[in-house]
C-alpha cells in the first residue's frame, strides 16, 4: 500500500492528451513539492517534473504538472508511442523524521 | 555530466548483510544529497535513505533499524549496507543524486540515477 496513490493504468491514442493523478495528504503533497519520474521499460527511471511543475533540461514541453492541495496531476499532450511507460509520483513527507514517499505507479498505454 | 554506477554482490544469503557502493563521476560528491531506493520485481519503488555529503543520514522509517549509509568523499563514493535480509530485499538497487531545500516548501527530488543492480537474496 503506497502512501500516494495513482490509477494503477492508463491509457490513450497517439495526439491524446492524458493525465495521471496523484492523491496525498497533509504531511506530503499538501506541505511539500511534487517530482514525477517516468521508467521506460527495463531501465532506470528519469526524472520528469519537480517542484509540481518544473520540467529538467531535455524533457519536452509536452510534459506538464500541477499541484492543488492534496492532489497533484501529471498532463502529456500530443501522446506518443515512445510515452509507454511507468509514471510515478513522488514527495516528502513530514511524517515522524521525514522521508520520500511514491505512488504505487502508473503504467501508461499508448494504443 | 555526472554519472552514477552501483556495484556489489548480486546474491546474498538470508540473515546477512547486503553492501553496495555508488561510484560518482563526472563531478564531485562534495555537494547535494545521495540517495538508495530500491524496486522488488514487478512493483513500484521504495526510497531507502540518504547522506548528505557531510555525513548527515536520513532513513526509511520502515527500514532504519537495518540501514547504514555512508560516504567516502576521497573516493567519491557513497554506500549501503541492509542487515539482516530475507527475501523481501529482493530487488533492484538504485543510487541517485538528489538536490533539496526549502523554498515556500520543502523540495527533494532525484535527478540523476544510476543504471541500477539486481540483487536476489537466497540461499
Known amino acids: 500500500q503506497s502512501v500516494l496513490t495513482q490509477p494503477p493504468s492508463a491509457s490513450g491514442t497517439p495526439g491524446q492528451r492524458v493525465t495521471i493523478s496523484c492523491s496525498g495528504s497533509s504531511s506530503n503533497i499538501g506541505s511539500n513539492t511534487v517530482n514525477w519520474y517516468q521508467q521506460l521499460p527495463g531501465t532506470a527511471p528519469k526524472l520528469l517534473i519537480y517542484s509540481n511543475n518544473q520540467r529538467p533540461s531535455g524533457v519536452p514541453d509536452r510534459f506538464s504538472g500541477s499541484k492543488s492541495g492534496t492532489s497533484a496531476s501529471l498532463a502529456i499532450s500530443g501522446l506518443q508511442s515512445e510515452d509507454e511507460a511507468d509514471y510515478y509520483c513522488?514527495?516528502?513527507?513530514?511524517?515522524?523524521?521525514?522521508?520520500?514517499?511514491f505512488g504505487g505507479g502508473t503504467k501508461l498505454t499508448v494504443l | 555530466q555526472v554519472q552514477l554506477q552501483e556495484s556489489g554482490p548480486g546474491l546474498v544469503k538470508p540473515s546477512e548483510t547486503l553492501s553496495l557502493t555508488c561510484t560518482v563521476s563526472g563531478g564531485s560528491i562534495s555537494s547535494y544529497y545521495w540517495s538508495w531506493i530500491r524496486q522488488p520485481p514487478g512493483k513500484g519503488l521504495e526510497w531507502i535513505g540518504y547522506?548528505?555529503?557531510?555525513?548527515?543520514?536520513n532513513y526509511n522509517p520502515s527500514l532504519k533499524s537495518r540501514v547504514t549509509i555512508s560516504v567516502d568523499t576521497s573516493k567519491n563514493q557513497f554506500s549501503l549496507k541492509l542487515s539482516s535480509v530475507t527475501a523481501a530485499d529482493t530487488a533492484v538497487y538504485y543510487c541517485a543524486r538528489a538536490d533539496a531545500g526549502l523554498s515556500s516548501s520543502y523540495y527533494y527530488y532525484m535527478d540523476v540515477w544510476g543504471k541500477g543492480t539486481t540483487v536476489t537474496v537466497s540461499s
Open positions: 513522488a514527495a516528502w513527507d513530514d511524517s515522524l523524521n521525514g522521508s520520500v514517499v
Open positions: 547522506i548528505y555529503y557531510s555525513g548527515s543520514t
